[in-house]
């Protein structure tokens, strides 16, 4: 599998001198079929020559390894020189497909070459490898091969848009490697898949969405989502349109999905008395769900708290638990990531830095705007208690100067007394000596 043009390896299939007709016979002797390749060749009856290789080319799982690629190379080369040759490909590819029997460590790599090499060989703009690149799926599918696909996968809408495939096309291989994803234990990668599915259908044809494709995939998605480790979130999947037509379909799973979406534990505690032994029914895990009931419902615990500030008495309460085990599910929702904040042990309380909002509607933008208005009000008293503090300090520092200059004032004025009655006492002991003599 290629991922551009220049990137295509071009493997050296066979010597370009010989003929097609001597290529043929070579092919149909491998093959053991000679005889019956021989009058057609004659005939100059290429398309009867091809279909006759193709119906045969199965035999080539049973050719020893170190002949299997030069074989299959010399087959596909055939079949590519055909006029049309969408007759023949989905046929040599199911063949190719089958493992060798001659190898069976090697097996399943030599067949994926061969997938890979008709893939590499044709144009990049020839719609054909599309369906030989769903036939690659497909085989990675049966083998288990999902990091083999990973690296062509941020490519797929550029090759669909160079192929002019149809959303049915799209929605088949989306599909498909969500399928692989999800065998290899990779969930999240699967489920990113199963949303691309769903979008795939016209969002206009009400007849399409309520079709049994779409409203069982949409299932397969709530499914997935509901039972994932991972993803807490599920804005993105109700925003889908088949998957709001569920609402009328299957409304106790559309429910389901409200609930996780934005509810509490109450709720689906209410759900489960409802519709006693349906989650058992449909195969979802109960405990597994309740559990992740929990830690969502300790994130719209978080979320509508103003304070930030969140009692251990208001989680016992609200995640039904005994106190002793408020800090095991705090460091629960922590790693989920719907929470980030400290415990205070001797207070009792958990300290919350920031939460991740469940859904962000006109409830939450109530609860945002009292948050903000808190925080004007403090910043206020704060900006308050600055001003005066700084008035405070002004004015105190105009009474510091006013004393300073006034005793220097002070100072100056006894300065003054004290140098005038010298002058004058000077003046009478003058006098007194002059009136003396």
């Known amino acids: 599998m290629a991922v551009t043009a220049t990137q295509q390896a071009q493997p050296q299939l066979v010597c370009l001198d010989s003929t ?7 092919m149909a002797e491998c093959l053991h079929i000679t005889d019956d390749i021989k009058p057609l060749v004659e005939k100059s009856q290429k398309e009867e020559v091809l279909s006759k290789l193709v ?100 490519h797929l809408e550029q090759w669909n848009e160079t192929w002019g495939t149809d959303d049915e096309f799209q929605r088949e291989m989306y599909e498909e490697i969500s399928d692989i994803a999800a065998e290899a234990g990779f969930g999240e990668e699967s489920y990113r ?15 399409e969405l309520s079709s049994e494709e779409a409203q069982n995939l949409a299932i397969r998605a709530i499914r997935t989502v509901l039972l994932s480790n991972s993803h807490y979130l599920f804005q993105d999947l109700r925003g889908i349109p088949c998957v709001e037509a569920l609402s009328d379909s299957h409304p106790i799973y559309y429910q ?26 449909q195969d979802l895990d109960h405990d597994k769900l309740y559990r992740k009931m929990r830690l969502l419902t300790f994130a719209s615990l978080a979320a509508a708290t103003p304070s930030r500030e969140i009692p251990y008495a208001k989680i016992v309460k609200a995640l039904r638990i005994p106190e002793e085990e408020v800090e095991m599910w705090t460091i629960d929702t922590i790693r ?25 509607g006109t409830k939450q933008w109530q609860e ?19 001003l005066q503090g700084r008035a405070e300090v002004k004015a105190q520092q105009e009474r510091d100067a006013q004393d300073v200059e006034r005793k220097v004032a002070q100072s100056s004025g006894a300065q003054s007394g004290r140098g005038g009655g010298g002058r004058y006492q000077g003046r009478q002991h003058k006098e007194r000596s002059e009136n003396a003599d």
């Open 20 to 26: 097609f007709e001597e290529l043929a016979l070579e």
């Open 55 to 154: 119906q045969s080319s199965a035999a080539l799982n049973a050719v020893p390894e170190k002949d299997y690629t030069a074989a299959s190379n010399l087959m596909t080369h055939l079949v590519l020189q055909s006029q049309d040759p969408r007759r023949h490909l989905p046929a040599l590819c199911g063949n190719f497909a089958k493992p060798i029997t001659t190898s069976p460590h090697n097996g399943v790599g030599l067949s994926l070459n061969a997938l890979t090499t008709v893939f590499n060989l044709l144009p990049a703009d020839n719609p054909i490898r599309a369906r030989v690149f769903m036939e690659i799926l497909k085989f990675l599918k049966r083998h288990g091969m999902f990091e083999t696909l990973r690296p062509y996968l941020p």
């Open 193 to 207: 898949y199963i949303l691309k599915a769903l979008r795939s259908f016209d969002s206009d044809d009400k007849e």
């Open 256 to 281: 389901l999905l409200e609930i996780f979406a934005e509810q509490d534990l109450e709720d689906f505690s209410d759900f489960n008395e409802e519709h006693e032994g349906w989650l058992e029914k």
């Open 336 to 360: 989920a990531g719907l929470v980030q904040g400290k415990l205070s042990q001797q207070r009792k309380v958990l300290l919350v830095h920031k939460v991740t909002y469940r859904v962000f």
């Open 368 to 386: 945002l705007s009292t948050r903000v208005d808190n925080w004007k009000s403090t910043l206020s008293t704060v900006l308050d208690t600055l």
